[in-house]
């Protein structure tokens, strides 16, 4: 399993962070390498599914998100995967002075040909998570 997990401070308050990151299809906002992030069923709680689509490694990869836990207005926590990889993501939202602390961790875990590339993907992830801390916090900026 790789871990990603970055600490994003923002000027957004907790609850308008919270509100647009448990709104998973806004991902294709904030997300560096989400192409689209459509809603597929349900109402935002547990149980919704959303069906993304980043860009990887120079590749189209589609996931199946499944919202695991809501907790307002401090976590959401989501499961998306396809038949090589499984990301169990969590997103923790903390008041910090005017605005508020994000804690975005990303659990990977390979399975089938994944695990063969899993070694090369430690750099990989690294960028990713580096690349969607900046345009997280762009995001969440402008609320």
């Known amino acids: 399993m790789k871990v990603v997990k970055r600490t994003i ?12 990151l448990a709104d998973f299809a806004n991902a294709v906002e904030w997300d560096s390498g989400t192409v689209s992030c459509v809603r ?5 709680g547990p149980g919704t599914t959303y069906r993304n689509v980043s860009k990887f490694a120079g590749r ?20 998306g ?3 090589t990889v499984t990301s169990d993501d969590t997103i923790v939202v903390r008041p910090k002075d005017s605005g ?21 993907m ?7 998570g580096n690349d969607t801390a900046r ?9």
């Open 100 to 120: 508020s602390d994000v804690i975005y961790t990303a659990k990977f875990t390979f399975a089938g040909v994944g695990r063969l590339l899993e070694p090369v």
């Open 135 to 143: 345009t997280l916090q762009k995001a969440l900026d402008r609320l």
């Open 40 to 44: 597929v069923s349900g109402d935002g």
């Open 9 to 20: 401070t923002t000027t957004a308050s907790p609850e308008a962070a919270f509100a647009y």
């Open 81 to 83: 995967g396809n038949r």
């Open 60 to 79: 189209e990869i589609e996931l199946i998100y499944t919202v695991e836990r809501v907790e307002p207005p401090r976590l959401f926590a989501i499961v």
């Open 122 to 128: 430690t750099p990989l992830l690294a960028k990713l």
